[in-house]
């Protein structure tokens, strides 16, 4: 194999000293480019940026009216039509742009700012969400500004520096907000989609042990995400506290996402060892009329794979179901890095501890933050739900928001 891998870069290697390299000269619009056709891609720097073009790919994708609806944002292009064997019968670069001529004489082209944006390459290097990774200390100093209700609810600039806040910090706060239920649902209206679960949409809770889940009891709650026994993790959870007479009580909140960044620093093996290991969750409720049984699978961490970006954390002890998709002589190694993980979380430095009160709403990124809840004295009642991410991701992109 080695050998093989070996021959193909030596062939590789002599047929760029075979073909005739384009370099065009950089005017003050536009940056020098460099093409080099090989055997089974194109090879082009522009901008610092040295991309690797497969032949297929560069068709495919090819933004002519043929082949691309600008209107609908959809491919016209039938992939399966084009050959698999296919190469430019010529290329060329000019005024900022890649002009590739196809066999059948059909003219692609390009913006090299477009190519180097969407190259691999280009994706390995650029982060797909901004964030600002937060201890307590480092939360608190940036004296993030709650949006109030009113302006919220009527202005389309404030929701999107509530948004802004939000994906930067997986944390946002709206204050003044009436203590209903019913307004409660309209501000979490106007961030995304509601989503039904089998606690249903908008909720309300008491210690009342109705449901079969520890949230309706007064017992503190660790560190955890929500619904990790979904396939799909609910992107959004939102809290009211709408009436509490007693004491305690306070919603303690981590970000995953620090602590997880920290475990990559000192234990890179383990944060990766997170990352490939499934892991099963089950809700498993059966308390007067609610039957439910539903589990989800996956890795405690999840990255993406072209630029090792994290994503998304799925934690919670409580809901972690028995450990048998893990091989034993790596069992000891999963426990090992799912402490250190803890450990991190666990560090008092790292616990933001935020007293809610009648009037605050507080949406969290149950794809980062991880909430808890110190145990509590009396009637305290909470509303919230949950909310689908895609849609306040699309909300996002739409207000221009990078994500």
Same mark, same amino acid.
């Given at each position: ?63 002519? #009216? @043929?082949?691309? =609806?600008?209107?609908?944002?959809? $491919?016209? %292009?039938?992939?399966?039509? !084009?050959?698999? &064997? ?34 691999? #390459? @280009?994706?390995? =290097?650029?982060?797909?969400?901004? $964030?600002? %990774?937060?201890?307590?200390? !480092?939360?608190? &100093? ?51 989609? !509601? ?209």
């Amino acid at each position: 194999m080695h050998r093989s891998l070996l021959l193909r870069a030596s062939k590789r290697a002599q047929l760029f000293q075979r073909v005739k390299t384009h370099v065009p000269r950089a005017n003050k619009n536009h940056a020098a480019a460099t093409v080099n056709l090989l055997d089974d891609c194109l090879a082009l720097n522009y901008d610092g940026t040295n991309m690797h073009l497969n032949y297929v790919w560069l068709r495919d994708h090819c933004r002519s #009216e @043929g082949s691309f =609806n600008a209107v609908t944002h959809q $491919r016209n %292009l039938d992939t399966a039509s !084009i050959d698999l &064997s296919i190469r430019p019968t010529s290329t060329k670069v000019e005024d900022g742009q890649l002009l590739l001529e196809w066999p059948d004489s059909h003219v692609t082209r390009y913006d090299l700012s477009w190519l180097a944006v969407n190259s691999y #390459e @280009g994706k390995q =290097n650029s982060i797909v969400q901004p $964030r600002v %990774l937060w201890n307590s200390d !480092i939360y608190k &100093s940036a004296n993030v500004p709650p949006s109030k209700w009113e302006k919220f609810m009527s202005c389309k600039d404030e929701r999107k520096k509530f948004l802004q806040n939000y994906l930067l910090y997986g944390i946002a706060f709206v204050e003044d907000v009436p203590a209903t239920v019913e307004a409660t649902e309209e501000v979490s209206r106007k961030v995304s989609l !509601i989503r039904e679960t089998m606690f249903g949409g908008m909720w309300t809770f008491t210690s009342d042990n109705s449901r079969g889940d520890t949230a309706y009891t007064q017992s503190a709650l660790d560190r955890h995400t929500d619904t990790t026994y979904f396939h799909e993790p609910c992107g959004i959870q939102v809290f009211h506290c709408l009436k509490h007479e007693g004491t305690g009580g306070r919603t303690l909140l981590v970000d995953g996402f620090y602590a997880a960044e920290k475990l990559r620093q000192s234990s890179p093996e383990n944060f990766e060892l997170l990352t490939e290991i499934p892991i099963k969750h089950d809700n498993v409720e059966r308390t007067g009329k609610h039957l439910n049984h539903m589990r989800g699978i996956g890795p405690v961490l999840q990255v993406y794979p072209w630029n090792k970006e994290l994503y998304m954390i799925r934690y919670n002890n409580s809901d972690r179901s028995v450990i048998n998709t893990i091989p034993h002589h790596v069992v000891q190694s999963w426990y090992v890095a799912h402490r250190e993980l803890t450990t991190e979380m666990r560090r008092p430095q790292n616990e933001l501890w935020v007293k809610l009160k009648p009037g605050t709403v507080l949406f969290i990124d149950n794809w980062r933050v991880m909430h808890g809840r110190e145990s509590f004295t009396g009637h305290r009642q909470v509303c919230g739900c949950y909310m689908t991410r895609d849609d306040v991701l699309s909300a996002a992109r739409v207000l221009g928001l990078q994500v």
